[in-house]
C-alpha cells in the first residue's frame, strides 16, 4: 500500500519511501493502474467517502497524468516505484483538473 501511495503525484520529495524494485518493469498502463489506486485511497480518505464515490475522478487524474509523462519520468518511475519532480506537477495539474483534493 506504502509504495502505490507514492505513486499519488503529492507525495512530498521529504517523505518518499525507498525505491521500488516491483516497479522496474512496468508498462505505463500498469503505473496508470498503480496511480489509479494510490488515488482512490488518498482521496477517499481526504474527502471522507467511499473509493466509488472518487473512481471517476481518479480514473481521469490516473489516465492523465501518464498519458502526459514524458519516456524520461516513465523511466524515472521504474526506477523508483513513485513520480519526480516533474512528473509530480503535471499530477498536481490533473488533481486540479479532475476536482480532486490536494494533499
Given at each position: 500500500?506504502?509504495?502505490?501511495?507514492?505513486?499519488?503525484?503529492?507525495?512530498?520529495?521529504?517523505?518518499?519511501?525507498?525505491?521500488?524494485?516491483?516497479?522496474?518493469?512496468?508498462?505505463?498502463?500498469?503505473?496508470q493502474l498503480?496511480?489509479?489506486?494510490?488515488?482512490?485511497?488518498?482521496?477517499?480518505?481526504?474527502?471522507?467517502?467511499?473509493?466509488?464515490?472518487?473512481?471517476?475522478?481518479?480514473?481521469?487524474?490516473?489516465?492523465?497524468?501518464?498519458?502526459?509523462?514524458?519516456k524520461d519520468?516513465?523511466?524515472?518511475?521504474?526506477?523508483t516505484g513513485?513520480?519526480?519532480?516533474?512528473?509530480?506537477?503535471?499530477?498536481?495539474?490533473?488533481?486540479?483538473?479532475?476536482?480532486?483534493?490536494?494533499?
Amino acid at each position: 500500500m506504502l509504495v502505490s501511495q507514492g505513486a499519488l503525484a503529492a507525495a512530498g520529495t521529504s517523505a518518499l519511501p525507498p525505491p521500488d524494485p516491483t516497479a522496474k518493469n512496468l508498462t505505463p498502463y500498469m503505473i496508470q493502474l498503480r496511480a489509479f489506486d494510490a488515488c482512490l485511497v488518498t482521496q477517499s480518505r481526504l474527502m471522507n467517502t467511499t473509493r466509488e464515490a472518487v473512481h471517476s475522478p481518479c480514473s481521469c487524474y490516473a489516465k492523465g497524468t501518464v498519458n502526459a509523462m514524458t519516456k524520461d519520468e516513465l523511466q524515472a518511475f521504474r526506477e523508483t516505484g513513485y513520480f519526480n519532480d516533474s512528473a509530480r506537477a503535471k499530477g498536481y495539474d490533473f488533481i486540479d483538473r479532475c476536482k480532486l483534493q490536494r494533499p
